[in-house]
């Protein structure tokens, strides 16, 4: 699942993601990524942290803190790169922490870590 | 050991001199006592002597040794004499009473000539003195002779019969002399005694206001400036006028103490004042640049946003092209638009640090209001048909202001692309250029202005949004998706509006659209003093 505000980050980051193999479902914005995240139960999520109502960093601990949802990776996608956030991105629990503008071939290279094992 | 204090050094110097000045007094009278008591002795013994040989000449004449002799006795012994002796001119012994034993001259000086006499000093070998008064006895018929020059004669002729010698002793001189003496030295004392207690109480009242000068200075040395010196303020002396000028100094000390006090009180004050103007300015300061690093974050958050978009589609296009070409077209066309976001990103921004900076060069005129506002309208009238929205301008008066055209242009250009932005498609947008004059004639008086409002029939923006939407990149909270913008275009707006002296606001109730207006003060200097300058010229011609 992808959950950012910005129109053409998800519809470039969904062509990836097909590309790869995988399905892809996105949101514009936290409250929007929840809902989808309890109905779709999706395997991944691409966070962007700064977005209307709830950021990327509350959406993420509200992932990593149900029973239910815990197990699914999250990627953090921010536009603010600072040692601070990244050490809040972890904080909050999530997998991976990547800043804008990001790597295609890095996002690739990513997902098939976390969902297949290996590179 | 203390020393002893003014009052007793003075008692103990008078008493000294006194005592001094005394012991001299005392001797000096003592001689001079001596001397007269001597004289007067020595005086009356010679009458004595005298009148002796006056009455027994004869006897002395006949030179009847028995008979001399009883009548020596007597004389000694009637006139308490030491001794008498007669003596003839060779110096054998007529008659003589008990002499002291070695009996013999101090000095062969004579101690003092009288009239008749001879007067010497005798020592005896008991060590008594005696006063001896030598009488010639002398041959004239009568012996009653009391002329000096004949009696001299007659001594010196050798016609003396012989020399009567009568002894006194000096003790009894001498004993009424220290009886003098014990009686003067009791009184003298008394009234050396008498004299130094008058010193001392006189020296105490003198003494007394300066002891309390002492005590006074030390207690204004350890702080205490209350005190004023009692004693001896009223005095006549140098002393009282120590007194007063030691409590005018004092006095003189409280007030510059009090006005050192005040004036401290006042620094005090000063100080605290300044630190917190000082607190409050770094407070400023501090929130000025927590607002600048959040400005920069979002800048940077801006500027990444489309660099993403680009980046990533880039790539895409690169690596794993889509077989799809409309989607490469679509791709391609995304990295379009996101570098003109770019681009008007950074120009906005430019603007407006040129803005706030000071370094953006503004062209002054005076204009119509309606030109920039009629300029920026036609610009938007294409964008306004493609969305089937219909745009008014409703400009009736002229109204001449003094502003750059270009940036007013700017500022009614951002208003209308925003509210095309949110007006429906066949909405209405409408601007209108009004003239305020509060005078209703020329444009004379502070406080006139012209408005140019942009209205919509949009969704209109929430109450609590309202006062932010002038911020930099502030976004409302119900601003659709999609509805791309740099977020600097109200901010630009409001900067360009203010330089110009005048205010910038929105009005909007929630699903009825939004007004926003703006104002410029109206070039009325120029018109303001060519009216006046007429006016008088008509003055004058009445």
Redesign the interface.
């Given at each position: 699942m992808i959950c950012d505000?910005?129109?053409?980050?998800c519809?470039?980051?969904s062509?990836?993601v097909d590309?790869e193999g995988y399905e892809a479902v996105t949101a514009?914005d936290g409250d929007e990524g929840l809902r989808l995240i309890r109905t779709s139960a999706p395997d991944l999520v691409l966070l962007d942290v700064?977005m209307?109502g709830m950021t990327g960093f509350e959406l993420c601990r509200e992932i990593k803190s149900h029973e239910a949802t815990r197990d699914i990776y999250v990627i953090l996608l921010t536009?603010?790169?600072?040692e601070r956030d990244r050490t809040d991105g972890y904080a909050s629990g999530a997998d991976e922490y990547m800043?804008?503008?990001?790597?295609?071939?890095m996002l690739r290279q990513r997902l098939h870590e976390l969902l297949d094992g290996s590179p | 050991m203390r020393r002893p204090g003014i009052v007793a050094t003075f008692a103990i110097s008078s008493a000294a001199i006194l005592f001094v000045l005394g012991i001299a007094v005392t001797a000096y009278s003592l001689m001079q006592i001596r001397s007269v008591l001597y004289d007067e002795a020595q005086r009356r013994v010679e009458a004595q002597a005298l009148n002796w040989i006056e009455a027994n000449t004869p006897q002395i004449v006949l030179a009847n040794a028995d008979v001399l002799s009883r009548l020596i006795a007597d004389f000694a012994a009637r006139e308490r004499l030491a001794y008498a002796l007669l003596e003839d001119p060779a110096g054998r012994v007529l008659a003589q009473t008990t002499v002291p034993a070695d009996l013999r001259s101090e000095s062969s000086d004579i101690v003092a000539t009288t009239a008749r006499s001879r007067v010497y000093g005798m020592m005896a070998a008991d060590g008594v003195h005696y006063l001896e008064v030598a009488t010639p006895v002398s041959a004239s018929g009568t012996g009653m002779s009391r002329d000096l020059s004949s009696m001299f004669s007659i001594v010196s002729g050798g016609q003396s019969l012989a020399t009567l010698r009568v002894g006194i002793d000096t003790r009894e001189l001498e004993g009424r002399l220290r009886a003098l003496v014990w009686t003067n030295a009791p009184l003298y004392s008394g009234l050396v005694l008498l004299a130094v207690v008058i010193q001392v109480v006189l020296m105490r009242r003198l003494v007394r206001p300066i002891a309390a000068i002492g005590r006074a200075a030390r207690s204004v040395a350890a702080g205490d400036l209350s005190t004023a010196v009692a004693p001896g303020a009223t005095l006549e002396n140098e002393v009282g006028e120590l007194v007063r000028n030691f409590n005018d100094m004092v006095a003189r000390l409280e007030e510059n103490r009090t006005d050192m006090q005040a004036l401290h009180a006042g620094l005090e004050h000063k100080v605290w004042e300044r630190t917190a103007q000082l607190e409050a300015l770094n407070a400023k300061l501090v929130e000025a640049d927590r607002l600048k690093s959040e400005f920069l974050?979002t800048v940077?958050?801006e500027?990444?946003?489309?660099?993403?978009?680009?980046?990533?589609?880039a790539?895409?296009l690169l690596?794993?092209p889509?077989e799809d070409r409309q989607q490469r077209q679509r791709?391609l066309g995304?990295i379009d638009s996101?570098s003109d976001r770019l681009t008007r990103l950074l120009s906005d921004l430019l603007d407006l640090a040129k803005i706030e900076s000071g370094f953006l060069e503004w062209r002054f005129a005076e204009i119509d209001v309606r030109e920039p506002v009629q300029q920026a309208v036609a610009a938007m009238m294409a964008s306004a048909r493609a969305k089937d929205i219909s745009l008014e301008l409703s400009a009736p008066v002229s109204c001449q202001v003094r502003v750059d055209g270009d940036r007013i242009q700017q500022v009614v250009n951002n208003l209308l692309s925003n509210a095309l932005k949110f007006c429906p498609e066949g909405g209405r947008v409408s601007v209108s250029v009004e003239c305020f004059e509060p005078r209703g004639r020329t444009c004379t008086a502070d406080g006139s202005y012209a408005r140019v409002s942009v209205s919509d029939t949009g969704s209109g923006i929430p109450q609590a949004d309202l006062p932010r939407i002038f911020d930099r990149f502030f976004?409302g909270?119900n601003v659709a998706?999609?509805v791309k913008g740099t977020g600097l275009g109200l901010a630009i707006s409001r900067e360009i509006v203010l330089r110009h002296g005048g205010e910038i606001w929105a009005e909007s109730e929630p699903g009825r659209g939004s007004v926003f207006r703006f104002t410029v003060p109206l070039a009325a200097v120029k018109d303001n003093a060519a009216t006046a300058n007429v006016s008088e010229e008509w003055g004058h011609h009445e």
């Amino acid at each position: 699942m992808i959950c950012d505000d910005e129109p053409a980050i998800c519809e470039s980051v969904s062509f990836i993601v097909d590309q790869e193999g995988y399905e892809a479902v996105t949101a514009e914005d936290g409250d929007e990524g929840l809902r989808l995240i309890r109905t779709s139960a999706p395997d991944l999520v691409l966070l962007d942290v700064m977005m209307p109502g709830m950021t990327g960093f509350e959406l993420c601990r509200e992932i990593k803190s149900h029973e239910a949802t815990r197990d699914i990776y999250v990627i953090l996608l921010t536009a603010a790169g600072q040692e601070r956030d990244r050490t809040d991105g972890y904080a909050s629990g999530a997998d991976e922490y990547m800043t804008k503008p990001f790597s295609p071939r890095m996002l690739r290279q990513r997902l098939h870590e976390l969902l297949d094992g290996s590179p | 050991m203390r020393r002893p204090g003014i009052v007793a050094t003075f008692a103990i110097s008078s008493a000294a001199i006194l005592f001094v000045l005394g012991i001299a007094v005392t001797a000096y009278s003592l001689m001079q006592i001596r001397s007269v008591l001597y004289d007067e002795a020595q005086r009356r013994v010679e009458a004595q002597a005298l009148n002796w040989i006056e009455a027994n000449t004869p006897q002395i004449v006949l030179a009847n040794a028995d008979v001399l002799s009883r009548l020596i006795a007597d004389f000694a012994a009637r006139e308490r004499l030491a001794y008498a002796l007669l003596e003839d001119p060779a110096g054998r012994v007529l008659a003589q009473t008990t002499v002291p034993a070695d009996l013999r001259s101090e000095s062969s000086d004579i101690v003092a000539t009288t009239a008749r006499s001879r007067v010497y000093g005798m020592m005896a070998a008991d060590g008594v003195h005696y006063l001896e008064v030598a009488t010639p006895v002398s041959a004239s018929g009568t012996g009653m002779s009391r002329d000096l020059s004949s009696m001299f004669s007659i001594v010196s002729g050798g016609q003396s019969l012989a020399t009567l010698r009568v002894g006194i002793d000096t003790r009894e001189l001498e004993g009424r002399l220290r009886a003098l003496v014990w009686t003067n030295a009791p009184l003298y004392s008394g009234l050396v005694l008498l004299a130094v207690v008058i010193q001392v109480v006189l020296m105490r009242r003198l003494v007394r206001p300066i002891a309390a000068i002492g005590r006074a200075a030390r207690s204004v040395a350890a702080g205490d400036l209350s005190t004023a010196v009692a004693p001896g303020a009223t005095l006549e002396n140098e002393v009282g006028e120590l007194v007063r000028n030691f409590n005018d100094m004092v006095a003189r000390l409280e007030e510059n103490r009090t006005d050192m006090q005040a004036l401290h009180a006042g620094l005090e004050h000063k100080v605290w004042e300044r630190t917190a103007q000082l607190e409050a300015l770094n407070a400023k300061l501090v929130e000025a640049d927590r607002l600048k690093s959040e400005f920069l974050s979002t800048v940077s958050h801006e500027f990444r946003t489309p660099l993403t978009s680009i980046k990533a589609f880039a790539e895409i296009l690169l690596d794993a092209p889509p077989e799809d070409r409309q989607q490469r077209q679509r791709f391609l066309g995304i990295i379009d638009s996101e570098s003109d976001r770019l681009t008007r990103l950074l120009s906005d921004l430019l603007d407006l640090a040129k803005i706030e900076s000071g370094f953006l060069e503004w062209r002054f005129a005076e204009i119509d209001v309606r030109e920039p506002v009629q300029q920026a309208v036609a610009a938007m009238m294409a964008s306004a048909r493609a969305k089937d929205i219909s745009l008014e301008l409703s400009a009736p008066v002229s109204c001449q202001v003094r502003v750059d055209g270009d940036r007013i242009q700017q500022v009614v250009n951002n208003l209308l692309s925003n509210a095309l932005k949110f007006c429906p498609e066949g909405g209405r947008v409408s601007v209108s250029v009004e003239c305020f004059e509060p005078r209703g004639r020329t444009c004379t008086a502070d406080g006139s202005y012209a408005r140019v409002s942009v209205s919509d029939t949009g969704s209109g923006i929430p109450q609590a949004d309202l006062p932010r939407i002038f911020d930099r990149f502030f976004r409302g909270s119900n601003v659709a998706r999609g509805v791309k913008g740099t977020g600097l275009g109200l901010a630009i707006s409001r900067e360009i509006v203010l330089r110009h002296g005048g205010e910038i606001w929105a009005e909007s109730e929630p699903g009825r659209g939004s007004v926003f207006r703006f104002t410029v003060p109206l070039a009325a200097v120029k018109d303001n003093a060519a009216t006046a300058n007429v006016s008088e010229e008509w003055g004058h011609h009445e």
